[in-house]
């Protein structure tokens, strides 16, 4: 029982870790079609510095109610913007791949706040473009593409309109000169000049690992998402995701790097990038391959025949039975050992025999209405103390109080009226009645009301 209660745990580890959001370090979203030349795509990178300085000092000082934002829309008409698409297309043809950039489209959006505490840079930085020379191979049953691009990742300088987005502390050692000047030099330094627009886990996590699925039913209402008209109805379109915790994947977590800045006062950097995330989509049904060591996809038009899952080889299968398997195990466990515990209570009330039982009535009948209440008690004589209610207990509760019944007045009064206490008459024997009717002597002590009977007490006293 002891494996069965580890799979538990490790099972709901699972769940809650694969069940846990973020916001993502670099974000990747590709619309894939085979049947052209270009195809659109989208990447985003984010990452906070975070600057802290508890006991406030000079760069407290420095920063002190400072908020700005630096934001921008750049195209490749933009000699920044072609000198980061050129970067990219070196870093996709070292991956192996022969995919290129052909257009390309950024925005920024910088924003720094200045708090009590700490101050905060938000960095963002947005691609859009155009994916080509993507297909390798097409013939009538298969198309081939590259999915060897995806580690979009620029290690030089990129500067948009005047300010360097690569690196967090060139934008620092422009907008707040003297602030930057306690880092550089400093371990803080090298954690401010990490790249920000960096995709290689994308590259390095397989697509074997991502989570694959597949609609066989046409993509009417997603075909303004690949720019295509209604005629692609009918086509299968294959999804490629990966960001989530999973047996997959791994456990993801955030990439965290700080260091400590010793001036007037200890000042911490903290570079915060969660993990990343991606979406890849390509109309048809994609069967994952590698080519000279480049992933590829084998593109049909329609699922094989006999192909039945929505995920990649067997896992959700695997997954399904298993869980139903250690669920099943965990809940005949948890019963067989309640059931157990519930035979050896021998604590409270055991209850008692209902053949030592037997029914009496209590109602009486009223103007010819009978009811059907009674009440249940011992057949034999046993001792109640053995059988009694352990809420009887007169150590647990007072005893109720006792309440005398009233004397059966009216039921005596009746009486005596009705056989009055006269003096029985020696010569008949008899006792007569108040309403006098035979002959009869009423000593002082009849109670009766009867005035013939008064008159008779009242002649004797």
């Not at 906070?48 to 760069?59: A, K, P, R, V």
């Not at 002190?64 to 990219?88: F, I, K």
């Not at 925005?107 to 963002?124: E, F, G, M, Q």
Request: glycine fraction near 10%.
């Amino acid at each position: 029982m002891s494996r069965v209660a580890i799979l538990t745990v490790l099972l709901a580890g699972l769940i809650v870790v694969g069940s846990t959001g973020s916001v993502f370090g670099a974000q990747m979203d590709a619309r894939i079609n085979p049947n052209t030349e270009t195809s659109p795509f989208k990447m985003n990178y984010q990452k906070t510095i975070f600057i802290e300085y508890q006991n406030g000092g000079q760069l407290f000082d420095v920063l002190r109610g400072q908020e700005w934002t630096v934001e921008g829309v750049a195209d490749s008409s933009d000699p920044g913007v072609q000198d980061l698409m050129n970067q990219l297309n070196q870093k996709i043809k070292a991956d192996g791949s022969q995919a290129q950039i052909s257009d390309l489209t950024v925005s920024y959006d910088i924003h720094l706040k200045a708090r009590n505490i700490n101050t905060s840079v938000d960095y963002r930085v947005i691609l859009e473009g155009t994916l080509s020379n993507y297909v390798i191979t097409q013939d009538s049953q298969k198309t081939l593409i590259d999915l060897g691009w995806r580690g979009l990742t620029a290690t030089g300088d990129i500067v948009v309109d005047g300010h360097e987005l690569n690196y967090p502390i060139n934008i620092l050692l422009e907008m707040e000169p003297e602030a930057a000047a306690f880092f550089v030099g400093t371990e803080a330094e090298s954690v401010m000049e990490r790249n920000l627009i960096d995709a290689n886990f994308i590259l390095e996590q397989p697509l074997t690992n991502w989570h694959f699925l597949f609609d066989p039913t046409g993509i009417n209402v997603d075909a303004g998402t690949f720019g295509l008209s209604d005629e692609i109805a009918g086509y299968v379109v294959s999804s490629w995701t990966m960001g989530e915790s999973s047996i997959r994947e791994g456990r993801q977590v955030e990439r965290v790097f700080e260091a400590e800045v010793m001036a007037d006062q200890l000042y911490v950097v903290r570079s915060v990038q969660s993990s990343d995330q991606g979406n890849l989509y390509a109309i048809g049904f994609g069967a994952l391959d590698v080519f000279d060591g480049v992933e590829i996809a084998g593109v049909t038009p329609t699922p094989p025949e006999d192909y039945a899952t929505t995920s990649t080889g067997d896992f959700p299968v695997m997954i399904i039975y298993g869980m139903a398997a250690i669920a099943g195990i965990a809940g005949g466990a948890f019963f067989m050992f309640s059931n157990r515990a519930l035979k050896n209570e021998k604590t409270g009330q055991q209850g008692i025999d209902p053949t030592r039982l037997v029914g009496y009535q209590t109602s009486a009948s009223s103007g010819g209405y009978q009811t059907n209440r009674g009440e249940a008690q011992l057949a034999d004589g046993s001792d109640y103390q053995q059988t009694r209610s352990m809420y009887d207990d007169s150590s647990n509760s007072s005893p109720p109080p006792q309440t005398e019944s009233p004397p059966p007045q009216a039921a005596t009064t009746a009486a005596q009226e009705a056989a009055c206490g006269c003096a029985a008459s020696a010569e008949m024997g008899s006792e007569c009645d108040c309403a006098m009717q035979g002959a009869c002597l009423c000593d002082a002590s009849c109670p009766c009301n009867a005035d013939v009977c008064k008159e008779q007490v009242n002649s004797m006293s």
